[in-house]
């Protein structure tokens, strides 16, 4: 789901803004991107607070979205992310928060 989700917003970028949501909101630029990204996160976090179960569900399909548009706008692919990821496994997550320090 989320490799055709993210091909879906590949090929909407560049479409007409007038009739696509993706291509209005990358129009837009990175910092409308970025700010839709932020608002969508806190709207998880106070889903998650208020023991909203659906609410949280809702709100994370909207934070993946702008996240995979953001990433888009930006040129890093879920591959890319995955690598990372992959990089990440059986490291601590203490030791690895630390390695990024410096």
Do not use: C, N, W
Request: proline share 2%; aromatic share 2%.
């Amino acid at each position: 789901m989320l490799a055709r989700l993210e091909q879906v917003i590949g090929e909407r970028r560049l479409a007409d803004p007038s009739t696509s949501y993706v291509a209005k909101l990358s129009a837009r630029g990175v910092p409308k991107i970025a700010q839709k990204l932020g608002e969508e996160a806190v709207e998880a976090v106070i889903a998650a607070m208020a023991d909203d179960r659906e609410g949280l569900i809702g709100e994370s399909a909207d934070l993946i979205f702008h996240l995979l548009v953001l990433l888009a706008a930006k040129g890093v692919t879920l591959a890319d992310v995955a690598a990372e990821l992959a990089r990440r496994e059986g490291v601590s997550g203490i030791v690895e928060k630390a390695s990024r320090k410096g």
